[in-house]
Nanobody
Framework: QVQLVDTGGGLVQAGGSLRLSCAASGRTFNAYIMGWFRQAPGKEREFVANINRSGTTTYYADSVKGRFTISRDNAKKTVYLQMNSLKSEDTAVYYC????????????????WGQGTQVTVSS
């Protein structure tokens, strides 16, 4: 009952910044936990960040803590991932995802997924 479209990826130099957006359709967006995951070639999909329904609680993977910020605008039905101080190891396809219930870092607990957007960081 929700569709997600994630955008904003691109090629950026190490140390630079990108802002990813995930636009949701459906009238129940505010009922969902939102998360960002990423998958690099040859690696498993990994958790990046998530945010609760009201936007008051966030959680980050240690690898991105202090550099990335997740936020949401329920009026716009959009979740964002601001990525600063990018490193080459941040290169991956980034996916936004949605789930009901409580916060989770487990990809298999998320019900809805965007198509992914490529982030490439050159060193």
């Amino acid at each position: 009952q929700v569709q997600l479209v994630d955008t904003g990826g691109g090629l950026v130099q190490a140390g630079g910044s990108l802002r990813l957006s995930c636009a949701a359709s459906g009238r129940t967006f505010n009922a969902y936990i939102m998360g960002w995951f990423r998958q690099a070639p040859g690696k498993e999909r990994e958790f990046v960040a998530n945010i609760n329904r009201s936007g008051t609680t966030t959680y980050y993977a240690d690898s991105v803590k202090g550099r990335f910020t997740i936020s949401r605008d329920n009026a716009k039905k959009t979740v964002y991932l601001q990525m600063n101080s990018l490193k080459s190891e941040d290169t991956a396809v980034y996916y936004c995802a949605a789930k009901g219930g409580l916060l989770s870092t487990l990809s298999y607990e998320y019900e809805y997924w965007g198509q992914g957007t490529q982030v490439t960081v050159s060193s």
